[in-house]
């Protein structure tokens, strides 16, 4: 397929590299088509790869599936940019967190009533948007491995077959897949990042990851 990666931070780079990696195309866009960081991803992939580099519009018009990876207070802008009509009946993977950081540590600047996941929908009503790869930090985004067993990445979504693709995806990166139901579903997903941030920051730790038990 032709990935594109809206975003050039650590969880655009990441995904990118995986969809590179189980052989995908994968076109990484940001403001300008000259961004440093991207051009020095495109460099690091390799001349005669599937990696190549372009606007938000240019990737979005590029690629069958797109990757939202930048933060949530540039996510309006971006996805102004990269233009609803060229993402129109594409499937959409939704990876951001709204996420703030105060005295008491991580929150959301969205919750609980309404979600970061719905208003990218929202905003894309002909785009078939599907949350994912919120739940984790990025360097366990690829090929988890775990003592026992690959963890859980839990989706939502209002269109199924996006859902079955995102779950496709997922298994192909080494995870299991646990499907919540429609976008609202992000609603209890985001604060799971809550979660993890908060242990992470406590455990001093990035290596964990979420598993739901089953009897």
């Not at 590299?17 to 390799?46: D, P, Y």
């Not at 929150?107 to 996941?117: E, K, M």
């Amino acid at each position: 397929m032709k990935i594109g990666i809206l975003g050039t931070g650590d969880v655009g780079k990441t995904l990118a590299n995986a969809f590179l990696a189980t052989g995908h195309q994968v076109m990484m866009g940001s403001r300008e088509a000259a961004n440093e960081k991207a051009l020095a991803w495109a460099k690091a992939a390799g001349a005669g790869t599937a990696a190549s580099t372009g606007t938000f519009a240019d990737a979005a018009k590029f690629s069958d599936v797109v990757v939202l990876a930048v933060s949530w207070s540039g996510a309006e802008n971006a996805l102004k940019l990269a233009g609803a009509e060229n993402l129109a009946g594409k499937v959409v993977i939704d990876a951001i967190n709204p996420l703030t950081f105060g005295d008491r540590g991580p929150g959301l600047a969205i919750g609980h009533a309404d979600s970061a996941g719905e208003q990218v929908k929202r905003g894309l009503p002909a785009a078939r948007v599907v949350k994912a790869f919120n739940s984790v930090g990025y360097a366990q985004m690829f090929k988890p491995d775990f003592p026992d067993g690959p963890p859980d990445m839990f989706i939502c979504g209002n269109d199924d077959a996006a859902k079955k693709t995102v779950t496709e995806i997922l298994i192909s990166f080494g995870w299991s897949t646990i499907d919540i139901g429609g976008i609202e579903g992000s609603r209890v997903l985001e604060p799971l990042c809550v979660l993890w941030v908060d242990y992470a920051m406590r455990a001093h730790s990035h290596s964990h990851a979420f598993k739901l038990l089953r009897k």
